[in-house]
């Protein structure tokens, strides 16, 4: 009977002294300190090319740092680039048209218009002459110097003189007015358009340039120089390289100690005794269940706020997914 008794009396033991362990080790609530564990998020790009073709270039490798505008890949412009030239030879040519319509007729152009309009205005005299003498000698003879037909055929040459004369009038005048302002513009909204159309491959001639947009780490290569890209499919997965984030889970009795701008320091297994500064950058507005690698039963029904550290991790410690250990000071925090 004795025996039975020691054993339970040990075991109460044990349990005590363990819940006191317990107990210092756990920083109460009004100790001005709250400890909170989590882990640390940072932000990833998938990218990819805005246009479809064939990659011609890869330049780095998985874990390589790059800077932000660094050239990753390339795809094979080669058709683009023929293009843009076949482009800028349409622009010369729209160049030299609308220059031409601008200018207007050359000097000796219109010294040419000119004098084939004087020329045509002297055989239209000259006809008007013949026919004004066959008339005159019909006059004269009552008809019977001149017969019917030349007459007639005097009067169509005449008028067939006549209809030139005003022809090359007109022409003259064209000529020495220049072109039409429609057609000016209309040669101009031309020109307009080829350079457009130029701009626009050159600009995805550009595109086919993959830059990275911040400084950041090459997690993931997923394709390889060859392989058609499209805007669907990611060539490379980065993390960046901040901002970094320590996300954390705070129970509702806690809530009210943790607001946003609140400095913590984060600490982690590998580097115990270096805190980083950091400081709560976000405080959930809505309650959610305790994430499920809390395996507890009791504390899986439980409601939490979801809380992110924003870190300053100049030295670049921390990785994607690591442990921490966040450390809020509540002493000077309203209830």
Not at 76 to 95: F, G, K, N, P
Not at 106 to 132: F, I, K, M, W, Y
């Amino acid at each position: 009977m004795k025996k039975p008794l020691i054993l339970v009396a040990i075991l109460a033991v044990a349990l005590l002294a363990a819940g006191l362990w317990w107990w210092h080790q756990r920083p109460p609530r009004d100790s001005g300190l709250l400890e909170l564990h989590g882990n640390v998020d940072i932000r990833q790009v998938s990218l990819a090319f805005d246009g479809s073709g064939r990659v011609a270039e890869l330049r780095v490798q998985e874990g390589d740092r790059v800077q932000a505008g660094a050239v990753l890949a390339r795809l094979d412009v080669s058709t683009l680039r023929l293009q843009a030239d076949q482009a800028e030879a349409q622009i010369d040519a729209q160049q030299q048209n609308l220059l031409r319509l601008q200018r207007g007729a050359r000097p000796e152009e219109v010294a040419q218009a000119r004098s084939r309009a004087t020329a045509s205005q002297v055989d239209a005299a000259r006809a008007e002459q013949e026919l004004a003498r066959l008339q005159q000698v019909a006059a004269s003879t009552e008809g019977r110097g001149v017969s019917a037909q030349d007459l007639d055929r005097a009067k169509a040459t005449a008028q067939v003189a006549r209809a030139r004369s005003n022809e090359q009038a007109q022409a003259l005048q064209l000529v020495e007015r220049g072109a039409r302002q429609e057609d000016v513009a209309a040669t101009a909204a031309q020109l307009k358009g080829a350079r457009a159309q130029l701009a626009l491959l050159r600009h995805q001639i550009d595109l086919g340039e993959l830059k990275a947009p911040a400084d950041a780490v090459v997690r993931s290569r997923l394709l390889e120089a060859g392989d058609m890209a499209t805007p669907q499919r990611p060539v490379f997965a980065l993390a960046l390289g901040g901002p970094k984030w320590v996300r954390v889970y705070v129970g509702e009795p806690d809530l009210g100690r943790v607001r946003p701008g609140q400095p913590a320091r984060v600490l982690t297994d590998s580097r115990p005794g270096e805190a980083l500064q950091g400081q709560v950058a976000f405080v959930s507005p809505v309650a959610e269940f305790t994430p499920k690698s809390v395996q507890t039963e009791e504390l899986r029904t439980s409601l939490v706020y979801e809380v992110r550290i924003r870190i300053d991790d100049s030295a670049d410690l921390l990785r994607m997914g690591q442990p921490a250990t966040v450390q809020l000071s509540v002493a000077a925090t309203p209830p």
